[in-house]
């Protein structure tokens, strides 16, 4: 009948997105396993930085949600967001994301090609907001987005 098509097909589609999550773990996994003992694998949905001791989110909001988020997105993401056991996430500053993507040994597998800081500039009527690629590089240069743009965050805390 209809309704057994569609609930098989509203099942095969939450198998293959799990299997999408699953994916994106395991290579966020190995990705925190190649920098060596840099990061600390929580085994609950969060790595820790030995560097900075901050904890952070194992996937990114691309990973997460398999699409891309605009600023105020972002944010509203990261405001609802419970993994770990924890409730108290934010948006990172531009140096704490520089920590992971510009200071070696360096996060790389992250799905997304940038993600949004907390840091807005306001200039006149117009809004940018700081991003860090996740080019893993020494250095970098800030680099700002207009906040309708599409991209990434991945959370941090506390």
Request: hydrophobic share 30%; glycine share 8%; aromatic share 10%.
């Amino acid at each position: 009948s209809r309704i057994e098509e569609e609930r098989s097909r509203q099942q095969q589609a939450r198998t293959r997105e799990r299997q999408r999550l699953e994916s994106q773990e395991a290579q966020m996994r190995a990705s925190i396993a190649a920098a060596g003992l840099r990061f600390i694998q929580n085994n609950d949905g969060t790595f820790t930085d030995r560097n900075s001791g901050k904890r952070w989110v194992l996937l990114d909001s691309t990973a997460a949600l398999n699409g891309c988020l605009d600023f105020e997105s972002a944010k509203r993401y990261v405001n609802q967001l419970e993994t770990g056991g924890y409730k108290d996430w934010r948006m990172p500053f531009v140096s704490e994301l520089a920590t992971l993507y510009k200071t070696g040994p360096f996060l790389t597998g992250g799905s997304a090609p940038w993600y949004w800081s907390s840091e807005v500039l306001v200039k006149g009527y117009h809004k940018k907001a700081l991003v860090v690629t996740s080019t893993p590089e020494p250095g970098f240069t800030r680099i700002q987005k207009d906040p309708g743009e599409c991209g990434a965050v991945r959370a941090v805390r506390p």
